[in-house]
């Protein structure tokens, strides 16, 4: 669970007894508001998930290491750049991501107006808390408790519902023994790529924030493996050095 | 919503607003501590179901109406003396008294210790939120929203199963406006990226043939949409005007 910049303890708290109730070990708390966020009396029952909790200055560090980041938050004023999943059916890609070996964030934005755009470029998928049009936005520690217990309950359902057919089919598009890359390893080949296109004057000035933010978001979009993110990696290295000697 | 005697005021309108954005409208306290109770702040968005709450003394005439009454709560210290539902697997009773016209109520306790033995004794079931064991005391404005959420969620859930899996990877045919590029399309791609490796000298000759078919093998695992692959050739026809002149 990454928290970006939450502002009140209280919340940071109750994220941290909702892990615990669900069984979920890992906090990250970026950028968080409070210097003193540690001490959150709402942590009932927690105390391992704040002792232990990492805090990173930006999302990038928070979830570099993750093969898997979604993230949250209400879509009703925001067009998604990526995937939306609701996440009534989050559970089965998050734990085909675990089974495969890889690490999922779910990512919480502030409570005043949730994750950024520069938040969700960081993200493979965004997931959606299906509620009221009327009323969309959530407490931060109902969010989170709502998510993780949606992730816990979904191996007692599945228990449940194993008299009915299979129908959680392989993906056909995922290679047996393949490592999705990590978030970090993604980012340094977005730099290495937004390097290259600076150095062959690919985007006018006016449009090469715009066009650092689509590839980042397409590389994430891909699904690249750990070996064929090293691989095109690898050649825009090459690709740079011959440019720059 | 019935909640039984809630100390602190923060909870009632964590609770209200939970069922504000999962649709629920009928908020019911029984014997609240602090007279004060409907200004909760915490109430973000749902004005109504605070206004519009009933007040009553006994649990008993709270639940008069109700056709199934559904005590909520941990288990563990206590033993059941009703059916026990887990929490993932609730709905369809909730529903199918609807359905029959009858009302539903669903029982949450005090903060500290839950319902009591006699609260218990007007519910016909109990349901359990499969908590880890090592930590099942919940928020009550976070088990208040748990549960609301695993009702909202089910018709979305029962739809989803009669459709195919999710998976990570993008079904293209759903995406808005993301056509699959063509083989031939992938094709060009794949010629310019070679030229590019060529003129970097990427490859040792011994392995250029291998390379170049990785990279064609790369570009057709990765499922590029028709716009992708675009902007990915114009990058490299970049590239490789810029090493040419």
Request: charged share 20%; aromatic share 4%.
């Given at each position: 669970v990454v928290l970006v910049s939450p502002r009140n303890p209280l919340n940071i708290g109750a994220a941290a007894r909702a892990m615990?109730?669900?069984?979920?070990?890992?906090?990250?708390?970026?950028?968080?508001?409070?210097?003193?966020?540690?001490e959150a009396r709402s942590a009932i029952g927690a105390p391992?998930?704040?002792?232990?909790?990492?805090?990173?200055?930006?999302?990038?560090?928070?979830?570099?290491?993750?093969?898997?980041?979604?993230?949250?938050?209400?879509l009703t004023y925001r067009k998604p750049e990526q995937r939306v999943v609701q996440l009534p059916v989050l559970a089965p890609l998050v734990r085909q991501q675990i089974e495969q070996g890889g690490r999922v964030a779910l990512v919480f934005g502030p409570e005043k107006h949730g994750l950024t755009r520069e938040d969700l470029s960081f993200c493979h998928i965004?997931?959606?808390?299906?509620?009221?049009?009327?009323?969309?936005?959530?407490?931060?520690?109902?969010?989170?408790?709502?998510?993780?217990?949606?992730?816990?309950?979904?191996?007692?359902r599945a228990e449940e519902a194993s008299c009915a057919p299979a129908s959680l089919a392989e993906d056909p598009c995922t290679e047996v023994g393949r490592h999705v890359a990590a978030s970090g390893d993604l980012e340094l080949l977005a730099t290495v790529i937004d390097?290259?296109?600076?150095?062959?004057?690919?985007?006018?000035?006016?449009?090469?924030?715009?066009?650092?933010?689509?590839?980042?978001?397409l590389l994430r979009r891909l699904g690249l493996g750990r070996l064929d993110?090293?691989?095109i990696l690898g050649l825009f290295r090459r690709i740079l050095w011959r440019l720059e000697h």
């Amino acid at each position: 669970v990454v928290l970006v910049s939450p502002r009140n303890p209280l919340n940071i708290g109750a994220a941290a007894r909702a892990m615990a109730n669900f069984g979920f070990e890992r906090l990250a708390v970026v950028a968080p508001f409070a210097p003193n966020w540690r001490e959150a009396r709402s942590a009932i029952g927690a105390p391992d998930q704040l002792l232990n909790a990492a805090e990173h200055p930006t999302l990038g560090e928070a979830v570099a290491a993750c093969t898997l980041v979604v993230g949250t938050g209400s879509l009703t004023y925001r067009k998604p750049e990526q995937r939306v999943v609701q996440l009534p059916v989050l559970a089965p890609l998050v734990r085909q991501q675990i089974e495969q070996g890889g690490r999922v964030a779910l990512v919480f934005g502030p409570e005043k107006h949730g994750l950024t755009r520069e938040d969700l470029s960081f993200c493979h998928i965004l997931v959606e808390i299906p509620t009221d049009p009327r009323q969309p936005s959530m407490n931060l520690g109902q969010a989170v408790a709502v998510c993780l217990y949606e992730l816990a309950a979904h191996a007692f359902r599945a228990e449940e519902a194993s008299c009915a057919p299979a129908s959680l089919a392989e993906d056909p598009c995922t290679e047996v023994g393949r490592h999705v890359a990590a978030s970090g390893d993604l980012e340094l080949l977005a730099t290495v790529i937004d390097k290259a296109m600076v150095a062959v004057d690919y985007s006018p000035a006016t449009m090469r924030d715009k066009n650092s933010h689509d590839m980042r978001l397409l590389l994430r979009r891909l699904g690249l493996g750990r070996l064929d993110t090293r691989r095109i990696l690898g050649l825009f290295r090459r690709i740079l050095w011959r440019l720059e000697h």
